[in-house]
């Protein structure tokens, strides 16, 4: 398995072109403001200092690289949909991503993070529908499943199955409030590079 623990933040990027020099795979982490993707990674990394987190969604506006030492990069995208921020933010995040997604050699997992309290929205389902078209690599992980029971969890995975066209979508849930969550999702990681 990788060790999460040797995560090292290594620099901030506007743009794939502007990446680290090393010839790393990457996994980035995509998802609505707010839904808790620093967090994730700081319990995955267990370091709680890692990446920032903030009580404002919006905070992050940049491709944050982080490397697990010598293996792969860890990317934290900027979330979307937090309309306080207003719409340039919306179509900067737009651009952003769809630069890192087309033609990105060294993606090689989208770890698409939706909140589990709330309903699919159509953001969401646009990206869906993009990594399927491009044949993105790409798992759900429902965050902040703590209180979820399994009536409800089947359900979730039952809904996105829904959305997607020609691929049923491998899903997770996580909390970081569950170590055994943190667990699993680790383990998928390390497989699927």
């Known amino acids: ?22 010839e790393l795979l990457e996994i ?15 319990a995955l990394c267990d370091n709680k200092s890692l990446c920032y987190t903030s009580s404002k969604p919006g905070h992050t506006r940049l491709l944050n690289y982080f490397e697990i030492k010598d293996t792969i990069f860890l990317v934290d995208a900027p979330g979307y949909g937090y309309s306080k921020a207003g719409g340039r933010n919306d179509e900067l ?19 698409f993070l939706m909140d589990s309290r709330r309903k699919v ?3 969401e389902i646009e990206l869906l529908k993009l990594f399927e078209e ?15 029971n399994q009536s409800e ?24 409030n569950n170590n055994k969550s943190i667990e699993e999702l680790k383990n998928y990681i390390s497989y699927h590079i």
């Open 153 to 176: 969890k089947a359900e979730a995975i039952k809904e996105v199955n829904k959305l997607t066209l020609n691929r049923n979508l491998d899903v997770l849930f996580a909390s970081i």
């Open 121 to 123: 929205r159509d953001e």
């Open 1 to 22: 398995m990788l060790n999460f623990r040797s995560t090292t933040f290594i620099k901030s990027a506007r743009e794939k072109n502007e990446r680290p020099k090393k």
């Open 93 to 111: 995040f737009a651009h952003m991503m769809e630069d890192y997604f087309t033609d990105n050699k060294y993606l090689t997992l989208i770890i």
């Open 28 to 42: 980035v982490f995509v998802g609505r403001s707010n839904v808790g993707k620093s967090s994730l990674i700081n």
């Open 134 to 148: 491009e044949n993105l690599p790409c798992v759900i992980v429902f965050t902040k499943a703590d209180k979820l």
